[in-house]
Every structure is written in structure tokens, then in C-alpha cells.
């Protein structure tokens, strides 16, 4: 299988729409946990580009604030407005779950060629992609939660902790799903 | 309640010292911190995840002007000779900064859900003195702190210890004023004011708040009407998030005053209990100090919303 999905990633367009679904969940997940944010008054531009860390990093770097959001330990001014926050815990998990989102709309993608309307699943492979960028927390409680004005239960509130986790299973499992169906169709393809 | 984990300066000594010199408690207070308790929920964070700040830096006036805006609010502190401006924008980050002043534990607290800033004193008990954290819990939507001497619990609306080894005890309070960074600065031109170093990275921006703002137009859950977590008590004479100037006592008496009344009658006499207190507004600060008349004596007064005051206290007098 892992052959199967580098051979479909080594051509060009499969890569590239892998690539921009990467780097756009990567920024929509970042600016959803609040690590990455932009501020609009020209006066609290502090800088074009600098970078910022803390002393006390090697304390805050594996800290949680919430489950699965960590610590930034420093920062990054991207522009006279745009600051990163730096948690390599949270930067690695949005690298992985980043790669599965890209990975998986880049087979869908696939397979929506071979196979048109009856392959393709994008919409329902986006449906992993959800969990992470609601499980950002602000100070108290879930962003989410606060953004739809939810009345916040035990039950809503234990099950906040595992959406990164599910998020990930959803993603993976979808992963091998696509493989599988595009080995299948390959070696339907190949008897007929 | 799960404490999974204890702060490590705790020592048997002080517990042993909290729980032979324990309060006395009625029943019924007995009935009601044991209600408070059951019903403290997780918000999400763990403890200590919302850090309090530990030891805070300050910034002069003029350094704070290239990045505080006239109207936003500060909570003013003017204790024992001390004089320092904490800005909402990065305390709902904290809720909780640690100080000492003159000699004295401190923490300068703040509650973004349900807009109430509250000085208190470190001492909880007899020779006993601690600074406080962020539990990660809440109670009708309050800030649950704990103390880093016994791992005590205390919501910060009742400012009362709900399990522990201070179950039941009191924190001291002070002043604490809510106000606007140009109002504050008028009155106390050489004030200091907390600074964005605070051993944390945080939007603390403009547009930082996530709750949404309090300037210009109040905005997102100030705005609104939803409570995220329910309280224990609910009272729909006034909107949820009404400001109320709330004032109680130790015998468990308590007066909410709708804010937007004092502002208009400048000065309100009323009953605590047996004992007569005097509101006054004070249009300077848009604030407020409350006395008991008898003895001309201080009592502490602080905004609140509704929703989370007549949670607290449900037998609360309101003056509309």
C-alpha cells in the first residue's frame, strides 16, 4: 500500500494538491488553537520579522494549556501584523495531521479521476479534518463553544479532550480506506 | 473532586495547622460549599494550564500608553502605599497575578466569565500564607482558584474555601477598582502597570480578548445573553450579564445593586442584614466604594454579572 500511495504522490498534481491542502490546513489549524493570530492596529507592530523566545522555554515546551494544545514558548512576526506562535508540540501535530488532510484529499482526487463521482469522497474525507480545528481552548473553556454559544456539559466537555485523537483515527482510517478501494479498482481494471 | 496533582511546597505542618484551627460552620453553610463542590466542572484546561502570573513586571504610564487604549479596562489597585493598573487584556489570560506587597502575599484576581475582579489577601489561615493558581475548574461559571499551601479550592465569587484543608475559611479582601486605562491614569498619573513580559506568550492585542471586547461596543459572550456552563441558581429578573455592583458579608448577607442605578443616584443607602451601608459612585473612576454607616468602615464592593451573583446568592437583596 505504501508503495501504491508513493507512486501516486510522485506525479506532479497529486503532489500539489497534497501540498496546498497541507499548507492551508496547517494555517486554518493554527489560526483555530489561536497560534497563529493577526493583530490590526498598525501601532502594536512590533516588528517586520523578528523572532521572539522565551528564557524559561525548556519549562513551558511540553506544558499543556488544554488537551493537545501546548505552550508557545516563543513567537515569530510574520509582517508589521501577523504573529506565530511557536509550540513545536502543536507545530508537529499540525505537520501530521496537516499530511493526512493532504494525503487524503490527494486521493480523492485520484480517485475521482479514475473512477468520477463514485470514487470520489472528498467531502466525506473532510469530515476528519473537523475535530482539531475545534479543539482549540481559550482561557476557560472550548472555542467552540463560546463561537456557537453552547452550554457546556461533563459530557461535551470530556469528549472536547479527545477530538485531536479522533480526528487522527477518522484521517487514517480514511487513508487506508482510499488505498484500499484504489488497489481494488486497479486490479478490477487489470482483469478486465 | 479529582486533585490529581499537589502542589509540591505543601507540608503536613500546614495542614495539621488549617484543619486544628478550622472554622466553625453552620449547617447550612456546610450544606451549600458541599453543593459548590459537587457542582465545580471542568473547563477544559488542566491546572494550573491558565498560568497565573508569578511574579509580575511593571511598565511606567508612558511606556504603557504606546499600547494601552484610553478606554480600556484596567483594574486599578491603590493598597497600602502600592499603586499598579492590570490590564484585562492580559489578566483573561492569567486570572491570576501573585504580588507582595509590603511584606504581604497578594493576588490581584479576575474572571472573564463572569466579569468580576477581586483583590484578596494571601493569608488563609493562622500564620498561614499562600499565593494562589488557575484550578481549571469552575463554579456557576467562576473561576475556581486553589492555594498552593494546602490545595485548598475557592471559587472566586464567594472568595470561601470549598474543600481542603481550608474548607470553609475566609480570604481577606481588598479593593480592587474596574475602570478604563485613561480614567485610571487621570486619577494616578504615576501609576505602574503590569507588562505583556510575563514569562508567557499571549495575544494580548487589541483584539486579543477571545471572549470577545469590552471596548467600543461590548461584544461576543459579554454581549450575549448564553451562559456556557449552567449555575446552580438562576434568576431571570435581570438579563444574564447585567452588571451588578455586588457587596456581602461574613453572616452571609448580601446586596446587588444594578450598576446603571448608582451611576444615576450617585449615592445609595441600604440594608446589609442588621447593618447600613452607604454606595457611592464615584464618576472619576466609574466606580465604587460601599461603608458601613455605624462604624465607618470599608466593606469590599465589586462588579459581577448577574447570572453568576444570585448564583452565589441566591437570598440576595437587589436594588434595581
Redesign the interface.
Do not use: D, I
Given at each position: 500500500m505504501t508503495k501504491l500511495l508513493f507512486s501516486i504522490l510522485f506525479k506532479k498534481r497529486f503532489f500539489l494538491t497534497a501540498l496546498i491542502s497541507f499548507v492551508v490546513y496547517v494555517l486554518i489549524y493554527l489560526g483555530a488553537v489561536?497560534h497563529l493570530?493577526f493583530?490590526?492596529?498598525m501601532?502594536?507592530a512590533e516588528s517586520f520579522f523578528a523572532i521572539?523566545i522565551?528564557p524559561?522555554w525548556q519549562d513551558?515546551l511540553f506544558r499543556?494549556?488544554?488537551?493537545f494544545l501546548f505552550?508557545?514558548?516563543?513567537?515569530v512576526y510574520l509582517g508589521p501584523n501577523i504573529?506565530l506562535?511557536?509550540s513545536l508540540p502543536n507545530l508537529v501535530l499540525a505537520a501530521i495531521l496537516g499530511s493526512l488532510v493532504g494525503i487524503n484529499i490527494a486521493l480523492s482526487y485520484h480517485t475521482f479521476q479514475k473512477m468520477g463521482l463514485s470514487g470520489g469522497r472528498g467531502v466525506l474525507s473532510l469530515l476528519g479534518t473537523v475535530p482539531p480545528i475545534v479543539s482549540g481552548?481559550?482561557?476557560?473553556?472550548?472555542?467552540i463553544?463560546?463561537l456557537i454559544?453552547?452550554?457546556?456539559t461533563?459530557t461535551l466537555?470530556t469528549a472536547?479532550?479527545f477530538f485531536v485523537p479522533l480526528s487522527l483515527l477518522l484521517l487514517f482510517l480514511s487513508l487506508i480506506w482510499s488505498l484500499k478501494k484504489i488497489q481494488t479498482e486497479n486490479y478490477r481494471t487489470r482483469i478486465l | 473532586m479529582n486533585r490529581s496533582s499537589r502542589p509540591s511546597e505543601i507540608s503536613q505542618e500546614v495542614i495539621d495547622t488549617l484543619q486544628n484551627t478550622a472554622p466553625s460552620i453552620s449547617k447550612n453553610e456546610d450544606e451549600f460549599l458541599r453543593l459548590l463542590e459537587q457542582n465545580a466542572v471542568s473547563g477544559g484546561p488542566p491546572k494550573d494550564g491558565i498560568p497565573a502570573i508569578e511574579k509580575p513586571e511593571y511598565v511606567t504610564a508612558s511606556d504603557a500608553d504606546e499600547w494601552l487604549l484610553p478606554n480600556d479596562i484596567v483594574f486599578g489597585v491603590d493598597y497600602s502605599g502600592f499603586v499598579a493598573a492590570y490590564p484585562q487584556r492580559i489578566l483573561v489570560w492569567h486570572e491570576i497575578a501573585n504580588e507582595t506587597i509590603n511584606r504581604e502575599k497578594v493576588s490581584i484576581t479576575y474572571c472573564p466569565l463572569t466579569g468580576t475582579a477581586i483583590g484578596f489577601k494571601g493569608t488563609i489561615g493562622e500564620d498561614v500564607s499562600s499565593t494562589f493558581g488557575v484550578s481549571g475548574k469552575l463554579v456557576n461559571s467562576n473561576l475556581i482558584m486553589y492555594d498552593r499551601s494546602s490545595d485548598s479550592y475557592w471559587p472566586q465569587v464567594l472568595g470561601r474555601a470549598i474543600n481542603g484543608a481550608a474548607y470553609g475559611r475566609e480570604l481577606e479582601e481588598f479593593p480592587i477598582v474596574w475602570t478604563t486605562w485613561e480614567r485610571w491614569k487621570k486619577k494616578y498619573p504615576n501609576t505602574k502597570v503590569l507588562s505583556r513580559e510575563t514569562g508567557f506568550v499571549r495575544n494580548y492585542s487589541e483584539n486579543g480578548d477571545p471572549y470577545g471586547s469590552y471596548t467600543k461596543d461590548e461584544k461576543g459572550y459579554y454581549a450575549s445573553d448564553s451562559i456556557i456552563f449552567r449555575p446552580i441558581n438562576e434568576d431571570k429578573r435581570l438579563p444574564a450579564k447585567t452588571v451588578v455592583v455586588g457587596i456581602r458579608d461574613k453572616e452571609g448577607n448580601a446586596v446587588a445593586i444594578l450598576k446603571n442605578s448608582l451611576r444615576k443616584q450617585k449615592t445609595i443607602e441600604t440594608k446589609l442584614g442588621e447593618k447600613t451601608i452607604v454606595v457611592t459612585y464615584d464618576p472619576d473612576l466609574d466606580f465604587h466604594q460601599a461603608i458601613i454607616k455605624d462604624v465607618r468602615e470599608r466593606i469590599n464592593s465589586f462588579d459581577a454579572m448577574w447570572f453568576a451573583w444570585i448564583a452565589f446568592y441566591p437570598d440576595t437583596r437587589l436594588i434595581q
Open positions: 489561536g493570530v493583530t490590526f492596529r501601532s502594536e521572539k522565551l524559561n513551558l499543556q494549556r488544554s488537551p505552550e508557545a514558548v516563543g513567537l504573529k506562535f511557536l481552548a481559550v482561557c476557560c473553556v472550548p472555542t463553544v463560546l454559544g453552547l452550554q457546556l461533563a466537555a472536547w479532550s | -
